[in-house]
């Protein structure tokens, strides 16, 4: 049984969904603690978030100033549930896209092995799947994870997923002060520091709906970026100098499970 888990939850104009998603998460997971952190949405998400906490002890708030992206908002959140105590960090998004009950399952596998380290919502294992996704996001998704996949030699289907949950100790073995990545490459950049520290990764089939309320924040430059990191990190871990450095560290990939 787990104690002390805090799932962090992006918001940028999430009005519509902020209530509807909060409750779910809360009634389905009664024991953890959410922390909202809100890039100063313009359409008031912010405001409604505090309203809620001021209703619930179990919500929290991080306000920041202007919208700086997903991996920025996922650094600030990680680094605030690790100095309030928390054992285990989770990544959801607020749109909806994420169900509840996967979350808990999820946390379920975690609580049984204290050997695993990260636990991924896989939309790209037996049992996993996404619904409604327009058919290019789904093969852009596809193809980015087999991308990293390749460039990156890590065994992990779904390289982007953001239903996530970290044990305190593999995100304290990151330094999270050197994360750099703001868009979706946020989620295999963490992927390969989490497991180049020796980190065991666990893949659980989860379901993605696509959001029904909001707009997607989704854009070119995001993808860019994350071909840009890929290429670079794969580059780079194909150099001398990489080699030489992981070998005292010992198996980089060791004990990631695909299903
Ligand atoms: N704080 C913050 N949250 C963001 C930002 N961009 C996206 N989000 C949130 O991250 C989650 C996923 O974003 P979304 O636009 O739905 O991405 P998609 O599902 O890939 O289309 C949602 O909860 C968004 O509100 C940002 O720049 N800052
Ligand atoms: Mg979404």
Redesign the pocket.
């Known amino acids: 049984m787990l104690n002390n888990i805090c799932v962090v939850?992006?918001?940028?104009?999430?009005l519509e969904?902020i209530s509807r998603t909060l409750r779910s998460v809360l009634e389905v997971n009664p024991g953890v603690d959410v922390l909202v952190?809100?890039?100063g949405?313009p359409d008031g998400?912010g405001r409604r978030a505090d309203e809620l906490a001021h209703a619930d002890s179990r919500i929290h708030v991080l306000h920041?100033e202007g919208?700086?992206?997903?991996g920025?908002?996922y650094v600030a959140g990680f680094q605030w549930a690790l100095s309030h105590g928390f054992e285990v960090i989770c990544e959801?998004?607020?749109?909806g896209?994420h169900r509840a009950q996967d979350l808990r399952s999820m946390l379920d596998v975690l609580g049984r092995d204290p050997g695993i380290d990260l636990v991924i919502g896989s939309r790209r294992i037996e049992g996993g799947r996404t619904e409604n996704w327009p058919w290019y996001?789904d093969l852009l998704s596809r193809a980015g994870s087999w991308y990293a996949r390749r460039m990156l030699g890590l065994r992990v289907r779904d390289m982007t997923a953001?239903l996530r949950a970290y044990r305190r100790d593999a995100l304290c073995r990151v330094d999270l002060r050197s994360v750099k990545a703001?868009?979706?490459v946020f989620q295999i950049d963490m992927t390969r520091r989490v497991m180049a520290a020796g980190g065991v990764v666990r893949e659980v089939p989860i379901v993605?709906a696509?959001?029904t309320r909001?707009?997607?924040?989704?854009d070119s430059g995001i993808v860019v970026e994350a071909m840009r990191c890929v290429t670079l990190w794969g580059i780079e871990r194909c150099l001398p100098s990489h080699a030489a450095r992981g070998r005292g560290r010992g198996p980089a990939d060791a004990g990631n499970v695909g299903t």
């Not at 939850?9 to 999430?14: G, H, I, L, S």
């Not at 959801?92 to 749109?95: A, E, G, L, P």
């Open positions: 939850m992006p918001t940028y104009d999430e969904n952190v809100d890039d949405s998400t920041r919208k700086a992206g997903l920025p908002a959801m998004d607020m749109d896209s996001r953001g703001n868009g979706y993605f696509e959001r909001g707009r997607s924040k989704m």
